[in-house]
């Protein structure tokens, strides 16, 4: 229930927002929603006069479709041919009083009728708006379809009677098809029908926006609540609920967290009679921490394949997420830890003062980290996956240790003046995904990756081996994918072992560990023959070809590598000379009995990535053109 008290005190320390529209970077808007209220569709929007006569309609755009509308607890829940009306706005079938005179049967039980006396029980209550009277008055003549017909807004056929989807055969009749058709996918009694009232001595307030007509049905539907119960949440007798919300994710989405609807079978296998023995929680909880999650999921969450990644704090400071990279921080090292040690003590410091501007924020926030995964394996059940509510001192140690840790050289972020500028740290999740399985690897396997992760990050459990070697593996293949992609998946990879090995990432000359030794040989060749083939030569060289075969068989390929090798510094002469020392260097490290054809660990990444790291930073001053081409390729 934690997660459930933690959403609820979320809404409580925002009460100023609700109801306030908010957009994303697409535009698109939400908000946080008051509580018996939630979002639909409107595809017509019809405005009364306060007197409660027709003045106008119109169909809507879809961009400006969303509207936040009351409803009930069966409203909310609503479900195939259940007759459940919304408070106000709703289907065509449900407020349309004319609705069978146009040719549609009414079922068992006319959705008009329960529509109207739930209206008219709100009409008529002391806590009613103006606007509601107005809505009502007008909807009492029973004449909407009448009106939206004359208007032009809906559709009959040669009988008088509603169009449903719109077909050719109907051009004799509309000599263009109408705009309903438009913004309406289903058949014309599926339309949503939103109001709202014109004053000709007041500027038009649209009645979704209002923030009384929110006061007013939140007051008057919270006479209508249940016996009071303990809430399991807050431990406080309130109203309960055994009906909770959905469209967490999107307006579409039909999957609960809470939902207690199957009564036969083996629901609860004799162990309760009834649901509410298993929790019982309070309407207004419900409520409350449902919105709070959809307006955070709105605002900040990630979602991959309908798995939600969220991280929040109960007072909404910003806090960085644990599957960002560290090119997310904002974080630029003195040119000290750039480009000479490397090492994560100092690399830590340096993180921590990053991060000490999160922190300042939070020092007077009593609310702690709260980090929750959720997603759904059926169209109505969701689940969540995993919840932490952490000490914000425990959450940002634990990112300043994994960003120090799992840590090399990358380039593959763009900034915003659209270069790919180095940044040393740790490689965004995704990204990680993406080096292990490949760059076209599907979402439901990229969130999947992302789920196990997540612990590696915030408990500081080791990262899952099948990961680690994956990407070793890939990054073994460079000749299986282009230049660009191999380029970031060896510094993710190297990321990943640097974190159970913790090597500096700068070039040790002391290492005499076979792999790393391996890797350093096998850099040098490959920038050898670079250069002997010249800026122009794009082909890939021997090292990088035999590079998998290097992996598995280093004593026998570098033999095949070494001798390719002759006629390039033959070549390049004298000018290949610091090379070809640099090697007979490497060689020397070795002891007698590890150059053999033992396969490679994946330190031999290190070496690789360390050596021509090093090689070109120390020729940076005294650079040849051909030199500044190889550099640009590697």
């Given at each position: ?112 009728q329960a529509y109207i006396e739930q209206l008219e029980d709100w009409a008529t209550s002391p806590y009613a708006h103006p606007h509601v009277k107005s809505i009502y008055k007008y909807l009492s003549k029973r004449r909407l379809i009448q009106d939206l017909v004359k208007e032009g807004k809906l559709a009959l056929d040669a009988e008088s009677h509603l169009i449903g989807k719109w077909d ?279 969130k999947g990756l992302m789920e196990r992760m997540l612990p590696c990050i915030v408990d500081g459990r080791a990262i899952p081996t099948d990961i680690i070697k994956s990407a070793i593996h890939r990054a073994s293949n460079p000749v299986s994918m282009e230049k660009w992609e191999w380029e970031k998946t060896l510094s993710i990879a190297c990321a990943l072992v640097n974190k159970e090995e ?110 021509r790291h090093d090689y070109f930073q120390g020729k940076k001053k005294n650079e040849s053109s051909i030199d500044e081409s190889i550099q640009e390729e590697m």
């Open positions: 229930m934690s997660w459930l008290l933690n959403l609820y005190e979320t809404y409580e320390s925002n009460l100023d927002r609700v109801g306030k529209v908010e957009k994303k970077n697409n535009d698109q808007e939400y908000t946080l929603l008051p509580i018996s209220h939630t979002t639909q569709t409107a595809h017509i929007e019809v405005t009364v006069t306060e007197s409660g006569e027709f003045f106008t309609a119109e169909v809507i755009d879809k961009s400006d479709g969303n509207t936040l509308i009351p409803c009930t607890e069966d409203s909310a829940s609503r479900a195939g041919s259940k007759v459940a009306p919304y408070p106000l706005h709703d289907k065509l079938s449900y407020v349309a009083g004319d609705f069978t005179a146009y040719g549609d049967v009414v079922k068992k039980e006319d959705p008009f050719k055969k109907y051009m004799t009749m509309y000599p263009e098809k109408p705009e309903i058709f438009s913004s309406l996918t289903g058949e014309q009694e599926s339309a949503f029908i939103r109001f709202t009232v014109y004053s000709s001595d007041k500027p038009l307030e649209k009645v979704w926006k209002n923030t009384e007509m929110y006061e007013s049905f939140i007051q008057f539907y919270s006479h209508k609540l249940g016996d009071k119960k303990l809430c399991y949440v807050t431990g406080e007798m309130l109203p309960s609920t055994d009906k909770h919300a959905n469209k967490i994710r999107n307006a579409a989405d039909k999957a609960k967290l809470i939902s207690s609807n199957d009564t036969s079978g083996f629901t609860y296998r004799g162990r309760f009679s009834d649901s509410k023995e298993v929790a019982s929680i309070s309407y207004e909880v419900s409520q409350k921490a449902h919105n709070a999650l959809k307006w955070l999921i709105n605002r900040q969450g990630k979602i991959i394949d309908n798995r939600v990644f969220l991280v929040w704090t109960n007072d909404l400071q910003r806090v960085p997420a644990p599957e960002e990279d560290t090119f997310d921080l904002d974080f630029t090292p003195t040119a000290a830890i750039q480009i000479e040690s490397f090492t994560n003590k100092p690399l830590a410091a340096e993180l921590a003062k990053a991060l000490e501007g999160y922190k300042n924020r939070l020092a007077d926030s009593k609310s702690n980290v709260n980090l929750l995964i959720l997603d759904s394996a059926t169209t109505g059940r969701m689940a969540v996956l995993y919840y932490r509510n952490m000490d914000k001192e425990l959450y940002f140690n634990r990112l300043i240790e994994w960003h120090s840790t799992c840590v090399w050289l990358h380039r593959y972020r763009k900034n915003q003046d659209g270069e790919y500028p180095q940044f040393l740290g740790a490689p965004a999740t995704k990204d990680i995904a993406f080096a292990a399985y490949g760059s076209k690897a599907n979402d439901k396997v990229v913790g090597y500096k990432v700068a070039l040790d000359k002391e290492n005499d560990d076979r792999s790393y030794l391996f890797g350093r040989l096998l850099a040098v060749a490959d920038i050898l023959e670079r250069r002997a083939l010249g800026k122009d030569e794009t082909r890939a060289t021997n090292a990088i070809r035999y590079m998998n075969s290097f992996a598995q068989h280093p004593e026998r390929t570098w033999k095949v590598i070494q001798a390719s090798l002759q006629p390039y510094q033959a070549r390049l002469g004298v000018k290949g000379y610091d090379l070809s020392k640099l090697m007979d260097e490497i060689l020397s490290t070795f002891k007698y009995e590890d150059f053999n054809d033992k396969p490679l660990s994946g330190k031999y990444l290190l070496g690789l990535s360390s050596q």
